[in-house]
Every structure is written in C-alpha cells, then in structure tokens.
C-alpha cells in the first residue's frame, strides 16, 4: 500500500456523461497530482494542486476540472465523456519539502461506452 | 513531442540475465531523472532515480547510468529474476522544489524474465 489512497478503483459510464475521481494523498503530503494513462498517450500529466491551490497544468482538457480541500483530498471531475477518454487516472502526491520522492496511488479505470 | 524516448518497447531476459532499458530526453533543463517500475493492476512505484551531477547510481540489482552529453540515461537489472517481471517507465522533470512532479514519462518497456 503506497499510503494514496483512490476511488473508485473501477468505473464505466457512458459518453456524454461525467464523473469524478477521488484522491487521499499520504498523510502530510501537500502536493497532489493527477496523471492519465493510456495506450494512445502513455502516462500523461494533467495538474498539480499543492496545498489547495493549483500549482500547474499539463495536458488536462477543458472538459477535466479539479480541486483540492482543506483535508488534502483532491477529486478529479471529468465531464462530456467521450470514448477517447477510457483510460487509468491515477493520483500521486508528494511531500513538503521538494527532495520527496512523487508516490503514486493505485489509479482508477474509467471506461467510456 | 515526446519529450523522454525509451526503448526497447518490451524485452525477454532468462533468469540469471542483465536486463538494460534506455532512454533519451531533448530538454537540457531536465535535472531529476527516476525510473518507475509498474506491475498490473498497480500504480507506478518509484524504484530508482539520479541526478546529472553523478554518472551512475547504484541499488541492489538496479543501476541507472547516465551520460549528460548524450542526454541519455539507462536502467540495468543485474541478475534478473521472475519477480521482476513488470513495466518500467523512465522520467525527466526540472526539480525546483514543487516542480519535481511533473514527470515526462517514457512510453514503457514490458519485462519478461523467463525462469
């Protein structure tokens, strides 16, 4: 166990519809980060938050969306799915101090029909 | 663009074997340099990392070398075993404190050790 913590670890949905992504980092970590992965792109970062505000964006769609609380939970709203979209979304945080290692949680599958 | 090239795409070893993974990235501003092992069903789990300041690195069974004028870094698995069956991924990102996260990943290359 990593100590990040993702739900669900499973989803399928339909196009059109949306869904959101749930991430608990390791106790104490201030960054969050969300990364996609699939065959087409490999794994792909899309945005960090630390400490409840958004520190960077990568390759997230205008359709993707997240935030990150006062707890240090961060969710990951993905909205107008299309099929493209399927993929593993994984979440990963990192400590305070910038020498931490990036620990990953154990992702959740979305399957778009 | 990919910004972090690896090869090869999968790769077969007997047990006992050298497995070796390389990879090649363009930005010179890259200064943090991990290598992440990922098994099905599982997260990418950091395995090993250096910085361009050293040439090689050493842990266990795993070594990275890196060679900062090629701008190009390897992984080799020493006395590869079955358990070590799994993808591995190479990354790039600039360390500046917050930024360390931000990886650029290779695309992967799918381990197979054959008992």
């Known amino acids: 166990d990593s100590g990040v913590t993702q739900t669900p670890k499973h989803l399928i949905t339909a196009t059109g519809q949306r869904v959101t992504l749930r991430c608990s980092p390791r106790?104490?970590?201030?960054?969050v980060y969300w990364y996609q992965q699939s065959l087409d792109q490999g794994l792909q970062f899309l945005i960090q938050?630390?400490?409840?505000?958004?520190?960077a964006k990568g390759n997230i769609l205008e359709r993707f969306s997240a935030q990150q609380f006062p707890d240090l939970h961060s969710e990951l709203n993905l909205s107008s799915l299309e099929l493209g979209d399927s993929a593993l979304y994984f979440c990963?945080?990192?400590?305070?101090?910038?020498?931490?290692?990036?620990?990953f949680g154990a992702g959740s599958r979305l399957t778009v029909l | 663009q990919q910004q972090v090239k690896q090869s090869p795409q999968s790769l077969i070893v007997q047990k006992g074997g050298i497995s070796i993974i390389n990879c090649a990235y363009e930005?010179?501003?890259?200064?943090?340099f991990p290598w992440y092992q990922q098994f099905p069903g599982k997260g990418p789990a950091l395995l090993i990392a250096?910085?361009?300041?050293?040439s090689e690195k050493k842990e266990g069974r795993f070594t990275i070398s890196f060679n900062k004028s090629a701008k190009q870094f390897s992984l080799h698995i020493m006395d590869s075993q079955p358990g070590d069956s799994a993808t591995y991924f190479c990354?790039?990102?600039?360390?500046?404190?917050?930024?360390?996260?931000?990886?650029?990943f290779g695309r992967g290359t799918q381990l197979t050790v054959w008992p």
């Open positions: 106790s104490g970590d201030l960054s």
């Open positions: 250096i910085r361009p300041d050293v």
């Open positions: 930005n010179t501003a890259f200064d943090y």
């Open positions: 938050y630390y400490n409840g505000e958004e520190r």
């Open positions: 990963a945080s990192q400590g305070a101090s910038g020498a931490n290692v990036l620990t």
């Open positions: 990354a790039a990102s600039r360390d500046r404190g917050s930024t360390l996260g931000r990886l650029y």
